[in-house]
């Protein structure tokens, strides 16, 4: 899907700015986009509502979906 390698560099480097150990932080990002392409899995109907998806699963995410 085009546009979800650069959205893991955003997470990832929104994730690194965050206390704690750096490897723990990007390790908790790819987390993140792997529950955010599980949650846009269960819906999409193809390529292009899969992208969108992405970010729509990411910005829903909460601490309980990635605990």
């Known amino acids: ?3 979800t390698g650069c959205a893991l560099s955003a997470v990832v480097a929104a994730c690194c700015v965050l ?11 790819c987390r993140l986009m792997a529950r955010a392409g599980r949650l846009t899995a269960a819906w999409a109907a193809g390529p ?3 992208s ?6 990411l910005y829903r995410l909460c601490a309980e979906d990635v605990q």
Request: net charge negative.
């Open 52 to 57: 969108s998806g992405m970010l729509d699963e």
């Open 1 to 3: 899907m085009t546009g």
């Open 19 to 29: 206390p704690g150990e750096r490897l723990d932080n990007v390790a908790g990002a």
């Open 48 to 50: 292009g509502s899969s």
